[in-house]
């Protein structure tokens, strides 16, 4: 916040109160000096009253400020505390043959009498987690900050690297965990395995199958085609010149209404500002250095793990790429796909809202501190009616 921005917001919540309708906090804070003396006078219970009014002061600008651009493309939504989500999806109207031009004198047209529907497919979302910030500070430290404009510019920024810092954290993890969840309901495209196939029908370019693939691949006649693996493919330049045209090939043809790029319950179509591909780092960066093109019309980006990465220092195509998704906090809920490259998906197939509770302010008498608490209510959904395409390398 700017000192012009932490004066208004002083003298909107405390100012009046403490000093009086006639004094203002100038907008340098120059004359904080005065408020941070009648301050320091004040008994705790005092204070916590009004550090209270404080706290909720800072908050309104707090929670205005936009998500970080590190987030992941999921769509975020702003919802009031105790609400619901609903999410309504229309299927196409029934097309069927007209008689218009070839009416027959005498015949009966009955669908006068026949009452067509508007199919309507609607998910009321109520899962919700909760989730509390607390941060103790000295009460001395507050009163301090108050005898200088710096102080209170400190005490600011603490309140708000607390909680931006924190809020930053668990959305990141939150929408590696959704991303995991998409992932293993998704429509699953195995590309060793569907690559593997082509080239024992002989349907790729170059079709013959021998040769060597790895570690000698100094025997490897790069004119002819070898089966690959999950660990080794994206060494092959072959694999990854088909992989990445045959992703395209899905990302265009997923624009079209259809009902087998989703579970097939209603029609759903992609729109450009809402298509949505991520990519495996190593994967698309091994893509890069083959100088091989990525899809087209639609959003890209990249991540170095969905929710599940290893202590190895050194991301390879092995230890990135496992998804992992545990549905009741249990290990019997778990549910794990490994060798996943990129996910395709509408960005409304899943999402969140993150909505602030009023904060709280608790004063410890005998350690002279207060804590400051803030509780978030989160709700959060998976929505498989939308397009969800999970590449993989199985």
């Known amino acids: 916040m700017t000192l012009k921005q932490i004066s208004e917001a002083l003298n909107s919540s405390i100012v009046p109160a403490i000093m009086g309708d006639d004094y203002t906090v100038n907008p340098d804070l120059s004359n904080i000096v005065d408020f941070g003396t009648a301050i320091s006078a004040m008994t705790a219970d005092q204070f916590k009253d009004y550090f209270n009014q404080f706290a909720a002061a800072v908050r ?3 929670d205005t400020r936009g998500y970080s651009p590190e987030e992941l493309p999921l769509f975020v939504d702003s919802q009031e505390y105790g609400g619901i989500v609903q999410s309504i999806k229309s299927d196409f109207v029934e097309t069927r043959g007209s008689n218009i031009y070839s009416l027959v004198d005498g015949q009966y047209y009955n669908d006068v009498n026949k009452y067509f529907g508007t199919k309507f497919d609607t998910k009321i979302y109520e899962k919700d987690t909760t989730y509390s910030y607390a941060k103790s500070i000295p009460n001395t430290m507050y009163k301090k900050a108050f005898m200088s404009a710096s102080g209170v ?3 600011v920024a603490l309140i708000e690297t607390m909680l931006e810092n924190s809020i930053r954290r ?3 993890a939150l929408e590696h965990n959704l991303l995991a969840a998409l992932a293993t309901k998704g429509k699953r495209i195995d590309l060793v ?7 024992a029908s002989g349907n790729v370019p170059q079709s013959a199958i021998d040769g060597t693939n790895g570690e000698s691949a100094v025997a490897l006649n790069v ?5 690959v693996t999950s660990e080794n493919c994206v060494y092959n330049k072959f694999f990854m010149m088909w992989a990445f045209e045959t992703i395209s090939n899905i990302v265009a043809a997923a624009k079209f209404a259809n009902k087998k790029y989703n579970d097939g319950t209603i029609s ?3 729109t450009k500002a809402d298509s949505v591909m991520i990519f495996n780092s190593v994967f698309r960066n091994r893509a890069a250095a083959l100088g091989l093109a990525e899809p087209t019309g639609v959003q890209i980006f990249d991540t170095p793990f969905w929710n599940a990465q290893t202590d190895n220092p050194v991301p390879t195509i092995s230890n990135s790429t496992h998804v992992l998704e545990t549905t009741d906090g249990t290990e019997v809920g778990n549910k794990s796909i490994d060798y996943v490259v990129g996910m395709y998906y509408d960005r409304r197939a899943t999402g969140y809202t993150e909505t602030p509770v009023v904060p709280r302010t608790s004063y410890n008498a005998d350690g002279d501190f207060y804590t400051h608490f803030r509780d978030f209510n989160v709700r959060y959904w998976v929505d498989t009616r939308n397009t969800a395409i999970v590449f993989t390398l199985n």
């Not at 395995?193 to 080239?199: E, V």
């Not at 004119?223 to 089966?227: H, L, N, P, R």
């Open 60 to 62: 309104t600008y707090v």
């Open 153 to 155: 510019s400190e005490l």
């Open 170 to 172: 668990d959305s990141s």
């Open 193 to 199: 395995t569907a690559y593997n196939a082509m080239i």
């Open 223 to 227: 004119g002819k085609m070898v089966a």
């Open 268 to 270: 759903t179509w992609q």
